[in-house]
């Protein structure tokens, strides 16, 4: 079993940037992937960024060029968000695959873009 735990969210002006992070916690080894999701009221959780234990990454088109996976390579998934906008304003959900097809979800981290 895989534990996860977000921080780094908050209130931000349009244009400014913020860090999340992830930490891992419990079967670590397992671990094949980890992502950044998001859900705005209203609207269905999409991925926003995934990173594999090969360190291959991959961007919704929305975010590309703004926002920047990166892992630790021990157990910490960041989530480096440049240039917000205010269409990124949602919670953000950290997620983890493991090599056994399990699949667990942190709790959710508000993050506020104000325009």
């Known amino acids: 079993q895989v534990q996860l735990v977000e921080s780094g969210g908050g209130l931000v002006q349009a244009g400014g940037s913020l860090r999340l992070a992830c930490a891992a916690s419990?079967?670590?080894?397992?671990?094949?992937?980890m992502g950044w999701y998001r859900q705005a009221p209203g609207k269905q959780r999409e991925l926003v960024a995934a990173?594999?234990?090969?360190?291959?990454t991959n961007y919704a088109d929305s975010v590309k060029g703004r926002f920047t996976i990166s892992s630790d390579k021990i157990n910490t998934v960041y989530l480096q968000m440049n240039t917000l906008k205010s269409e990124d304003t949602a919670v953000y959900y950290c997620?983890?695959?493991?090599?056994?097809?399990?699949?667990?979800w942190g709790q959710g981290t508000q993050v506020t873009v104000s325009s």
């Open positions: 997620n983890a695959n493991t090599r056994w097809g399990k699949e667990s």
């Open positions: 990173i594999t234990s090969g360190g291959s």
């Open positions: 419990g079967s670590i080894s397992t671990i094949s992937a």
